[in-house]
């Protein structure tokens, strides 16, 4: 029978308010963004005629337009007819260029078959979470952490154990506190599949330090557990940090690298990432045959993007002066940001040296707030200004700005978030 006569034979027998229970999966109640949480209410309140300043959603194109070079390059692939199904793992222009990117940034020595591109990181995300994850598999997932990693954990039916960074130890990993878990976890280390760091990071801002990546090298090989390590913000350091790719520390054990276009090459909606996995051991073999497999499933890559980000990527003289004056501006967005809410008694504030991120914490018992929901909610409603509560990055009292708008934008948001708070503290 065709699938719509199917539903509505259901809908008929079992009426319109049970079909809704019974027709999704159990796991489909994960499928959510906190990110975009409040975005409904944003537009409402924007419909209304209010003045809204989004600061919660890390889209670079919106406030830096894509360079003429990669529109050039999009454009020209469509007018010579790429509008075709590509391989599936990638064309190879674009896998020749993620390995020249490698060899120049970190030296490392990539063959074809080490790279799977995908749609974005977060495709990345849903491959290796459907190939790895059973039902009451553990991933590592270090708090803050950028949200969608769980979701992607758990529609597998996978749980986070998560792994603690410190704000007052400037964002450093708890690597003593996430041994002492894995240890108490005794014969069911095996059902840990995965531990995910992301550096440069979001929502923190934190660059990782070479040592702090060799010891979490050590502790994943230590474990016998696959370290995958989100760098798509590997060129966007500032504040005098110098950037490691885990590549480069941690030759032998296997690892995998997300990264993709969307933001150094400030393209998010080309919806370009790639997985690469450098070593050749067993368990490194076996994943580039099964990542494939699942490129396979999913045919193709939108094709003009594979070719405009190859061209991208390949144009190094282009691509040092775009990536040199966005990281630069968001130097300076970012560090005036900071400035700005220091002046704010009520928070504390961490100055990022990565991404475009900053993660201030509450002082929750000057306020009556209930959570950093009821927190972001609040300044919505009554300042304009879109906030993401720290909830949704596993850090309950603090919430994130993305520093990406010109000064003038910034300081009148933060003012008002600023005034907000000295409202509200208790007296
Ligand atoms: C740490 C991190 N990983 C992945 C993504 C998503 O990347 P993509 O656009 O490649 O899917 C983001 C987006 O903000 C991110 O911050």
């Not at 990110?35 to 419909?47: F, G, T, V």
């Not at 070719?307 to 968001?330: C, F, G, L, P």
Request: proline content about 5%; some cysteine; hydrophobic content about 40%.
């Amino acid at each position: 029978m065709h699938n719509a006569l199917v539903l509505l034979v259901q809908l008929i027998a079992v009426g319109g308010n049970d079909i809704m229970s019974s027709i999704f999966s159990k796991k489909s109640v994960h499928a959510q963004n906190l990110i975009l949480e409040l975005d409904p209410l944003a537009d409402k309140l924007s419909k209304k005629g209010r003045k809204i300043v989004r600061l919660n959603r890390g889209d670079p194109p919106r406030f830096f337009p894509t360079p003429k070079y990669i529109i050039d390059a999009y454009v020209k692939a469509l007018r010579s007819g790429a509008t075709y199904y590509t391989k599936s793992q990638g064309v190879s222009e674009l896998v020749d260029a993620v390995i020249g990117r490698y060899s120049r940034l970190y030296k490392m020595k990539l063959r074809e078959e080490d790279i799977i591109t995908t749609a974005g990181v977060s495709e990345a995300l849903l491959f290796t979470n459907s190939a790895l994850i059973n039902s009451g598999d553990r991933a590592v997932i270090f708090a803050p952490y950028y949200p969608q990693y769980i979701p992607r954990l758990m529609i597998e039916g996978g749980s986070p154990l998560i792994g603690n960074m410190v704000m007052k130890n400037d964002w450093d990993t708890d690597f003593d506190g996430l041994s002492r878990k894995l240890r108490m976890m005794n014969g069911n280390r095996k059902t840990v599949k995965y531990i995910i760091t992301t550096n440069p990071h979001n929502p923190t801002g934190k660059v990782v330090e070479r040592k702090a990546l060799k010891e979490l090298v050590n502790l994943a090989n230590d474990n016998g557990i696959l370290l995958i390590s989100d760098e798509i913000y590997d060129e966007i350091v500032y504040n005098g940090k110098k950037f490691t790719s885990i590549g480069e520390v941690s030759k032998g054990v296997p690892h995998m690298i997300f990264n993709g276009s969307s933001k150094n090459l400030d393209s998010t909606g080309f919806r370009i990432g790639f997985m690469i996995i450098p070593e050749n051991d067993r368990i490194s073999e076996g994943l580039k045959k099964k990542f494939s497999q699942y490129a396979l499933v999913r045919l193709s890559l939108n094709t003009p993007s594979e070719y405009a980000v190859a061209e991208a990527m390949n144009n190094t003289k282009e691509h040092m002066k775009a990536i040199r004056s966005m990281t630069n501006a968001i130097e300076k967005r970012v560090n005036f940001a900071v400035d700005l809410l220091r002046e704010n008694p009520y928070i504390t504030v961490t100055r990022p040296s990565g991404a475009f991120y900053i993660l201030p914490k509450l002082d929750m018992k000057s306020f009556n707030f209930k959570s950093s929901r009821d927190f972001v909610v609040s300044a919505l409603m009554e300042t304009g200004v879109q906030m993401t509560g720290g909830y949704s990055f596993g850090a309950p009292s603090n919430f994130r700005i993305a520093a990406l708008p010109p000064e003038e934008t910034l300081e009148y948001a933060i003012n008002r978030v600023n005034s907000f708070c000295l409202k509200h503290a208790k007296k």
